[in-house]
């Protein structure tokens, strides 16, 4: 099975502009989570969208916003990009409920760097 | 919610010695927990989890990690470090079905350094 697949890898942005990422989860998955990770705060959960509604949001503001298709690939949107914004962007995907439930499998981030 | 800490954030262990990340949780219910490892630039691949049942897991590349509800932790071993395993470990842990959403809250990770 193919795993998460994130794109773009690398993206250079200026403030002010906005920027789309994407994020294709395994075959079969139909939850996907976001999560912004920079050197100082660590980790974050930004949001999460199973069955296209997102089922929990992280604390980021309204400009993060993102949605999920009948397809379960999932994009995320960064409006008014700020410096502060530059990070690693990981999408997680999980299995549906069972045994497994719960799991998340991470792809490889996109790397955003905003000038 | 639930909550991770990780109190070291960079431990440094010589190739072939035993290796020890501590990890301390916070939350209410029967946490679900989780040790990702991410290599520099890369995404998190997932070593172990528990979730119920024995309380020693058996994870990839070697490692284990064993849940103590008493001491609210969930400690990542390895008998004998390899090179390779110099990364970032992640402890994290979820709320799973009690809280019906996927909110996984992560540690703020370790750094491993492996000396030749």
Known sequence: ?????QTPRYLIKTRGQQVTLSCSPISGH???SWYQQTPGQGLQFLF?????????????PGRFSGRQFSNSRSEMNVSTL???DSALYL??????????TDTQYFGPGTRLTVL | AQSVTQPDIHITVS???SLELRCNYSYGATPYLFWYVQSPGQGLQLLLK???????VQGIKGFEAEFKRSQSSFNLRKPSVHWSDAAEYFCAVGAGVVDNNNDMRFGAGTRLTVKP
């Open chain 2, 50 to 56: 528990y979730f119920s049942g024995d309380t020693l």
């Open chain 1, 30 to 32: 139909r939850s996907v």
């Open chain 1, 82 to 84: 700020e410096l502060g």
């Open chain 1, 48 to 60: 999460e969208y199973f069955s296209e509604t997102q089922r929990n949001k992280g604390n980021f």
């Open chain 1, 91 to 100: 999408c997680a995907s999980s299995p549906p409920r069972g045994p497994s």
């Open chain 2, 15 to 17: 190739e072939g010695a």
């Open chain 1, 1 to 5: 099975k193919a795993g998460v697949t």
